[in-house]
Every structure is written in C-alpha cells, then in structure tokens.
C-alpha cells in the first residue's frame, strides 16, 4: 500500500514538472517576490509617515493648549499688575476689574483676591459669594500651591479640581507685587478658575464628548487617541485626567508641556495601532495577483498546445494497453471468484464439470465426470431432497434454477454451495442445463452470527430501556424520602399551565419549611434529620391524596400541589391536621426529636392558572408565615400581594432617587456637655420623596438594604455634608465635625479608601458612626483593614449605639475608638434609675480609661443633659436642644442662637 502511494505522488510530481510549467513557475516567483518586497517597503513607509504625522498633530495640540493657558495667565497677570498699581483699589473698582477680565476670558469662571490666604473678594459676585472668607491655607493643596507661587513670585496652576457646584478645574494662583502708600497691601494674592471643558474646546481636543483628534491631509486621514497627565512629581506619576491611561501603555509619542507650577505630559496614539496596515494595501496585492495572471498565463497556454498533441500520442498507445490488460483481468476474476462451472444433460443425466467444480464437492478429477450417484453422495443427506425437487420444479415451470445446499467433505467439515442455472439447447440438439456454482459458507456463517448478535442487541435493549425508566424516576424523585423533587415540580407546573380546557377547575398549592429542622441537625447528626425528613414525607403522604403531587424542593422544604382545589375551609384544616402530626415527638434512637412546619398556601380558580406564579404567592405566604410566629399556616391575600408591589415600587422609587439626586443629610447639632457649646452634628439621610415629602430612613432604608445600595448612600451622604460644611463656612458658621453613618456593606468595600482618598478632608473634621453589631467582625480582613485605613486618612471613629451589641474590652483596645455613642435606651430611664445611672456611668468611665469620649444620644429633656453631664459624659444629642435639621435650617438654627464653638 505503501510503495503504491508513494508511485502515485512520483506520478503527480511528474506531471507537474512537466517543460510548459516550469517556465511558468518561475516566471511567478519572480513576480510574486517583487511584489511582496514592494508591499512591505510600502507598509513600512506608511507607519513612518503615521508616526511623523501623530509627532505634528501632538506638537500643534500642545502649543494650543500651551497658548490658551498662557493667553489667561497673562489676563490675570494684567488684573494682578492692575491691583498692585493701585493697591488701594476699592469694592467696586475690584469687581468691574475682575467683571472685564471674565468677559474678555470666558475660560475664566471665578476669579478672587485675597489677603494672607483668605479670600476677601470673589467674582461673579451672584455664583461665587460663598467662597467669600475661605481660608486658603486650610487645605493641603491650595497651601502648598500659594507656598510656591509667594517663593518663585511666579503663577502656579494645578490641577483639574472638583468645585462644589458639580463643575470642574484648573485652579490659578498669582502673588500681588507692590506695596500702598501705607505700606502694606489691600490684597496680596489672586486666584482664577479655568473650566477644564471651556479649555479642551479651546484647544481642540474634544470632538462631541471624545478625546479624539483627526489628521488628514488628502492622501492619509488618521484618527488620534489622546490623553495628558500630571506628572510634575516624578516619584507619583498620576492617572490621566483628559483621555485614558491605556494610551501611555501603547508606545504612544509623547510631548512634555511646561506650565507655571508643574509639568504635563501628552501622548497620542493613532486610533487603530501602529501595526495598521495602509490603505493601498488591497490594491497592491491585487495589482501583484494580476502581474502574475499576464506572466503566466501565456507561458502555460503555450506549453498547454504542446503538451495536447502528446497526450493524443499517448492515449493510443494506452488504448492498445488496455484491451489487453482488460483480457488479463477478466483470466484473473474467474480464478480469483473461485466459481465452478457446470452443465447436465437432461435426457441422459450425464454431468459436465470444471476442475473447480470438483474442489468445491471433495472429489478428485480422474480423467472422467462425475456421475449423479457419486454428485449425490457428496451432498447433505437432509439436503438432498430439496436439492432435486428444486431443480425438476424450475424445469417443469420454465424458470432460472437456483438452490443452496450443504455438501460434506472428505474431512467431515460442510461446505455451503450455492448454484445458478437456466436451460439451453446444446449444439448438438440435446436439451441441457448449464450452471454456475460458488462457495458462500462464509455468508452463511455471518448471517448466523448476526442473527446471534440481533438477539443479543434485542436482549440489551431492553436492559437499556428498563435502565431509562429507572434513570427518569431517580432524577425527577428525591432518594432519600421517595417523593418528587423540584425537576419533576417544575414539569407537573408547566403541565398545569398549558393544560388549558382539561385543567381542573381549582389548584392549591402548599409550601411547607420544617421549623427548628436545623437543630436537630446541628445536635443529633445529619442521619437525625434525614429520619425526620422521611418522617414529614410519610405524613404528608398519608395526608395527600395518591393524584396530587408532593415534592421535596430543598434541604427542609416541600411543596404540595392540589388539583381540584377544595374552599379555604378544608384547605385550612388539612394544614392544621399536618401541623399537629408534624408536632408530636419522634423517637430517634432514645431521643425524642420535635419540629413544626409553617405552611404558605396559594389558591388559583378559573380559566386560566399561572402554576409558577401561584408557586411564587405560596412562598410569600410562607415567609408571612414565619413572620408571624411559625408553626402556622397562611393564606395569599391580596394585602399581601400589594405589600409586595408595594415593596417593588419603593425600590424602583429609591434607584429613582438615587439617579434624581433626591436623597440629602439632615443635621442633628450636638453640644459639648460642660459648656454646651457646638461640638458637632450628626448627618442623617432624608429622602425628598416628590409625592410624600421628606421621608425618615425607617421609611425606605430596609429596602435599600435589599436592593444593595446602601453604601451609595452613605458615600452621597458624607459628599454632600462635606459640601455643606463649605457653605457653612463661607457664612461665618465653622462646625468642629460632622458624623456619617457608615454602613457594613461599605466597610466591604474594596474601593472605599481609594473613594475617600479622592475628597478633601483635614485630619478630625468627620467622624464615621459603625453600628456596634457589625464593626467587630474581626473574621472579615477587608473590614478591619478598612477601619485601619480610615483612621490614618484622619477620619475618627465611633462606635454607635454602645450598650446593645457584643462589644469586648479587648475589641475596644484593637480598634481604638474616638467616641463611643451610649444607645438612647440606656439613656431615656438615666434620671430616676440608679442601675441605669450606674451603668452609663461605667461606660463612661471604661471610656475615660481608654481615652475615648462618650457621646449621650437621646439626651430629651435638659433634666437629662444636667443628670449626663454630673455623670461625666462629653457630648449630648439630642431633641431637648434640637432635633434634625435641614442644611439651610441648620445655618439659620446657629445663627439664631448665637452658638460658640466648642475648642
């Protein structure tokens, strides 16, 4: 097989080595070569001409936007000369000064002036009179930016900033120069905001919200990616503030822009890669195709004509080959087919046979033919009567001859032979029938085999089918207890819902919980419950009628499914009499063993029935169930329905909400207990719902919990009370420190120090409140290390509602609190109870100790205040000073009062 193959591809190899191929052949090397040398120089010169085009279009972007920073530099160096000219330039002469410089440079959307860092004066009066009387020097970045800008007496711009009013920017800062005739300055700095937006435009690097700038100069147009970064501090290269940072990871070509206070650095790749392929890249592969077709073609036509008149020679000769390999091949079958060849005188019974012919029968040729005495001993004894009768039947009724017997050898061994023939008249006038016969006991014996076989498959298949319906039972019932488990559930419901006309008229379906199934699990072992789980199944069976459907749906629970529904009056006690069998005492092993069940029941009537939904209102009546005490039953109602809507529309309302900015803090004041001064406040979230007004989180914060948004919450509650404390600020009122409610889906957060890295919070200015029941989850390594990060970013921690959770000594010295809040219940009775009066004074005094202030909340009546403060507390809260109130409010409560500030 080997040598045959191997002549065949010698063949192929020849004939295409043939003389009108090889010219041709090569012809096409040649080309091709050529052309595939081109398209790559070509490629390669168009990625270098990519390269120097992004170079210019990142050179022009950067001196645009180099341009447009110097062109409002130098505006506000004009207003800066113009203050120090006159350093004693009054209110209004400043603001139409600073109202010129902003209508000449609309990049320009607040600019101020001020005097040792506080700012005095800021334009447009309207948008930016709260940032009147901020102190500068407050905050870590616009100190150190006024820092540089005095030493170097030079602009310094930093940058983009986040303002309070939503809108972003970069923030300029410029030292006056010059001095009164007094002696000293009106103001001796000015400080400008350019919108980052107004900026981009101006430079031309956005095109409809993209970071995207487009090159083409007629022959080549490519799309660029930009994206600039900070990266004035070497050691702490910051992130991309225009663009994406995956550009600086793309080989991009970068350019350095140097800027009064700082360096940025702009990189540009083309959209696409520099791996791009050129635009021309088809044409030339099509242009190197057809090069090839016009070479070679000609050559192959040419050779073709010459080669035809030498196949035609060919094919003659081949023909002559053919007729007589044709006569060999015809010699070789017959010796190869092993067919004996025969012929019978009917009037004389004399036999004609080939030497084949006596093979096949066991006989050796003597010289002569065989007789029809001898033809007959050789033949089966139970065969050979057929055999005759066969043979006379065909010729009475004119027919071909054909029959199959067994012949015995010399060996004792049988041999099948199988005969054809058909009457003929001899040449010499005689009547005879000639014959062919063949040896087809390897058929017989392959049919007996697959008889064998199909016997054997027939046998298999009904294993196999007795092995299906057991694989069907076990995987639509549970092993353990023998009823239906939730795939055979899921099919009977599908059944009833399509059932339509032939639906019975009524389905009830009962969901049933085991109650108290875990203890006995926890305490006896699994093969406790496993016995009290066959237990509840044989109740439930001797209780449900044989056409109804019982299912075991998960570790406890089961669910039964009536058709033909009965009144809620029988349905009712069937549930009772199965709650009362499920209640009495199981002996398991010398243990009496207890459990109830809760049962929900839903009721479909009528036409049409949602088996899956009645599955659905069943659960819900059995989760009111367990609400109301367990060991019961309970109905779907439509009270129960609409709670459920109800609940649904409330979440839709609060993700609402959230996107519609409608939830905001109030701000609950609290007063340091010796003088009672403003020690702080506490932020509570309020929802101003638009139809019901301002909602308390009793109202909506469950269902936050549900819908896994608290955390969102909180980070919108402490924004907006940082935001809060500037405007309070700007108006005179300056707030020690303001407590957030810290939620535990927050403290999981993997992201929540990256969050709060990013606002700008000085050292005791919030305080986190954590629930005491969540905080000291010490097996949760992201809340711990988050408590622990939280602390180095200058935030303090207290400990809310102390008295009511688990908290240890020991947990207290590991997280090493601020404060710690004394829970409102052991507040309220601090008056007239001597127990609660001694306990709260132990807290206090656990908290002293530890060096930890103790916040009072729920603090009523001043009774309380003056009872707290003797006990030795250090902040109260509570309605006898004020209760919780809106920002404005807030502002107008302390203005009113006239509070102090607690130092």
Request: charged share 25%; net charge negative.
């Amino acid at each position: 097989m080997i040598i045959a193959v191997l002549r065949h591809h010698v063949r192929t190899i020849a004939k295409l080595a043939k003389p009108s191929l090889v010219p041709a052949v090569i012809a096409a090397v040649v080309v091709a070569t050529g052309g595939h040398i081109y398209e790559r120089q070509n490629r390669e010169n168009f990625r270098s001409e990519l390269k120097i085009k992004v170079d210019n279009e990142l050179s022009l972007i950067a001196s645009r936007v180099e341009a447009e920073i110097d062109a409002n530099i130098a505006a506000l160096n004009g207003f800066a000369n113009a203050v120090a000219i006159r350093p004693d330039t009054g209110a209004e002469e400043l603001s139409e000064l600073a109202t010129k410089l902003l209508l000449q440079n609309p990049l320009m959307i607040r600019v101020s002036a001020a005097q040792g860092g506080v700012v005095g004066a800021a334009f447009p009066p309207g948008s930016q009179q709260w940032f009147i009387g901020t102190d500068l020097n407050k905050f870590a970045t616009t100190r150190s930016a006024m820092e540089r800008a005095a030493s170097m007496g030079k602009p310094v711009i930093f940058g983009p900033v986040r303002l309070p009013s939503g809108r972003s920017g970069f923030e300029l800062f410029l030292p006056i120069v010059g001095k009164a005739a007094s002696g000293t300055l009106s103001w001796s700095l000015v400080e400008a905001v350019l919108d980052d937006k107004a900026l981009y435009r101006a430079a031309h690097l956005r095109e409809e919200g993209q970071e995207l700038s487009q090159i083409s100069d007629g022959r080549m147009q490519v799309n660029v990616r930009l994206a600039i970064r900070d990266v004035s501090v070497t050691d702490n290269i910051q992130d991309a503030f225009l663009g994406e940072d995956e550009v600086f990871r793309n080989a991009p070509v970068i350019r350095e822009l140097r800027l009064p206070g700082g360096v940025w650095e702009l990189a540009a790749v083309p959209v696409g890669g520099w791996a791009q392929e050129p635009e021309n890249g088809d044409d030339i592969r099509l242009a190197i195709f057809a090069a090839v077709v016009i070479v070679v073609m000609p050559i192959l036509l040419t050779g073709g004509l010459v080669n035809e008149r030498q196949r035609n020679i060919a094919k003659l000769k081949a023909r002559e080959s053919e007729v007589l390999s044709l006569s060999h091949r015809l010699n070789l079958a017959l010796e190869a087919s092993k067919i004996g060849i025969w012929e019978i005188d009917l009037k004389t019974q004399e036999r004609s046979w080939d030497e084949r012919m006596f093979h096949l029968h066991g006989l050796s040729r003597n010289g002569r033919d065989p007789t029809y005495d001898e033809w007959r001993a050789t033949v089966h004894p139970d065969d050979i009567g057929a055999a005759s009768s066969v043979l006379l039947r065909s010729l009475d009724q004119g027919l071909e001859y054909r029959s199959q017997y067994r012949v015995v050898r010399p060996d004792g061994g049988i041999r099948h032979i199988r005969n054809v023939g058909s009457e003929h008249e001899g040449a010499d006038g005689r009547a005879k029938i000639i014959g062919i016969s063949w040896d087809v006991t390897d058929d017989v014996l392959m049919t007996e085999q697959l008889r064998a076989a199909k016997a054997m498959a027939d046998l298999k298949n009904v294993e196999l089918a007795d092995a299906k319906d057991r694989i069907e039972h076990n995987a639509l019932h549970d092993p353990l207890t023998g009823l239906g488990n939730r795939r055979m559930l899921d099919k009977a419901l599908e059944r009833l819902s399509a059932a339509g006309a032939e639906r019975p008229p009524g389905v009830a379906i009962l969901h049933i919980d085991l109650d108290r199934f875990k203890q006995i699990n926890d305490t006896l072992g699994h093969a406790a419950g496993d016995a009290m789980l066959v237990h509840a199944s044989e109740i439930l069976r001797s209780n449900i009628s044989a056409d109804d459907i019982i299912a075991r749906i998960g570790g406890d629970e089961f669910v039964v499914v009536l058709s033909g529904a009965p009144d809620d009056t029988a349905l009712a006690a069937l549930c009772d009499r199965i709650i009362a069998q499920m209640r009495q005492p199981v002996d398991y092993n010398g243990f009496p063993c207890r459990f109830g069940v809760s049962i929900g029941i839903a009721v479909a009537r009528g036409a049409t029935i949602d088996a899956r939904k009645l599955l659905v209102n069943a659960d819900i009546a059995l989760y009111r169930a367990k609400e109301n005490g367990r060991n019961r039953h309970q109905f779907f109602t439509e009270t129960l329905q609409a709670e459920v809507v109800t609940t649904k529309r409330v979440a839709d309302e609060i993700l609402e909400g959230i996107e519609r900015d409608e939830f905001v803090p109030w701000y609950q004041p609290q007063f340091d207990a010796s003088t009672l001064a403003l020690a702080g406040v506490e932020a509570l979230i309020r929802w101003r719902h638009p139809r019901e007004g301002t909602l308390t989180p009793d109202r909506f914060l469950r269902i936050a919990e549900e819908l896994n948004v608290t955390a969102v919450l909180d980070r919108l509650v402490l924004e907006k009370s940082l935001a809060d404390r500037m405007r309070w600020a700007a108006a005179g009122l300056v707030v020690p420190k303001i407590s957030v409610n810290v939620s535990a889906k927050r403290l999981q957060d993997h992201e929540l120090l990256a969050s709060l890295q990013g606002l700008s919070i000085a050292p005791g200015q919030i305080s986190f409140e954590l629930v005491e029941s969540i905080f000291l989850d010490e097996s949760d390594d992201v809340v711990t290390a988050n408590i622990e990060g939280i602390k180095r970013l200058g935030i303090d921690i207290e400990i809310d509602d102390f008295g009511t959770g688990h908290t240890s000594i020991v947990s207290l010295l590991k997280i090493k609190p601020k404060r710690l809040k004394i829970d409102r219940q052991l507040v309220a009775p601090v008056i007239g109870a001597r127990r609660e009066q001694a306990l709260v004074r132990s807290i206090i005094d656990i908290g002293r100790s530890l060096g930890i202030e103790t916040v009072a909340e729920g603090v009523e009546t001043m009774a309380h205040a003056e009872m707290l403060g003797i006990l030795g507390c250090d902040l109260l809260q509570g309605y006898a000073f004020s209760r919780p109130l809106s920002s404005g409010d807030f502002l107008a409560f302390a203005t009113a009062k006239g509070l102090r500030m607690a130092s």
